[in-house]
């Protein structure tokens, strides 16, 4: 793909080149340009003369240029605003989409004027902290989720801190909320389960393949997930958000099965069905006085531990 830009530039360009300069210029043999000539007449029906008189080939037809992807402006410029966000992520695909950008860059950039410093004066991104993620281990993930590979892992738990040794089949990456998270079946468990990719210290590909369970569907599995958490059992939630806070809430869709109810104050009620209370649970704080639960009374009471042992660490 990049030699045939090569050549179909320096043909646009009225150069005459031959088989042997192109070939030094790019440094392969003059087969190889001959070969990639051949292909670029056959397959894309380019219409390339060699002049005998000048010892160069051109393009018989008027400023004829080879359209390999048929971009524009704006598919450019959209590419090169994931490569600026992805900046802000240290993982492989802030890599994947840099090599992108830069080939497409190569074939376009005498057509489309797209530098990245042409978005900073226009568009920023301010992307809170995120946790460190080994490269290695998030490159192995990846290809296990791809080609259906088991993986010996080693891994944190969040709350217990213990370390386990775990054999995993992974069946898709997450990102939630600028963390990236693993969907698996755990062997161990006998479960699908979802696990931090920050928190592995180990995950080698085995030379097991596995397949997918038949009933999974990603979506089907976090449907009444509020964040990343998953269980079987569902809480119905209901919220009473004060009349300043009820703004807010109204911005956004934050779960799916949302309902809310207008009070005439300006204030509302929001009811949802969860199958977790431990990230609505901290969600519901982050409102402050602005939130108050109205069920279940398990939510009330944790949260009202919460804050009562907050207290004790101001006297």
């Not at 990049?2 to 320096?10: L, M, T």
């Not at 056959?42 to 359209?67: C, M």
């Not at 207008?262 to 009620?269: A, F, H, K, Q, T």
Request: aromatic share 14%; with cysteine.
């Amino acid at each position: 793909m990049s030699r045939i830009a090569f050549i179909d530039n320096e043909l646009s360009a009225g150069n005459y080149p031959s088989a042997k300069l192109l070939a030094g210029q790019y440094q392969v043999s003059s087969k190889s340009i001959q070969r990639t000539i051949d292909f670029m007449k056959t397959y894309f029906n380019a219409p390339i003369v060699y002049d005998k008189k000048i010892r160069g080939y051109y393009y018989s037809v008027k400023n004829f240029r080879l359209n390999l992807l048929n971009l524009n402006e704006s598919d450019l410029y959209a590419l090169a605003l994931m490569q600026k966000a992805l900046n802000h992520y240290t993982v492989p695909f802030k890599k994947d989409i840099t090599g992108l950008y830069n080939k497409l860059y190569y074939l376009y950039h005498d057509r489309i004027n797209i530098h990245l410093r042409d978005i900073d004066d226009v568009i920023s991104f301010k992307i809170g902290s995120s946790r460190n993620i080994d490269v290695e281990i998030f490159e192995n993930l990846k290809k296990a989720v791809k080609d259906y590979i088991s993986v010996d892992a080693v891994y944190t738990a969040g709350h217990s801190g213990k370390i386990s040794h775990r054999l995993l089949d992974p069946y898709q990456i997450i990102n939630e909320r600028g963390e990236w998270y693993l969907v698996a079946y755990c062997h161990s468990e006998k479960d699908i389960k979802t696990f931090s990719i920050s928190r592995f210290k180990k995950a080698v590909l085995t030379k097991d393949k596995f397949e997918i369970k038949k009933n999974f569907d990603v979506n089907i599995y976090f449907e009444n997930s509020f964040g990343i958490f998953e269980s079987d059992k569902i809480y119905s939630v209901k919220l009473y958000f004060d009349e300043q806070a009820a703004r807010y809430i109204r911005e956004k869709i934050w779960h799916r099965s949302q309902k809310i109810k207008e009070n005439p104050d300006g204030s509302l009620v929001i009811s949802m069905k969860v199958n977790s209370l431990e990230e609505v649970k901290f969600w519901i704080m982050t409102w402050g006085k602005g939130c108050t639960v109205i069920t279940p009374k398990k939510l009330k009471d944790d949260i009202k531990n919460e804050f009562i042992n907050a207290l004790k660490n101001y006297g």
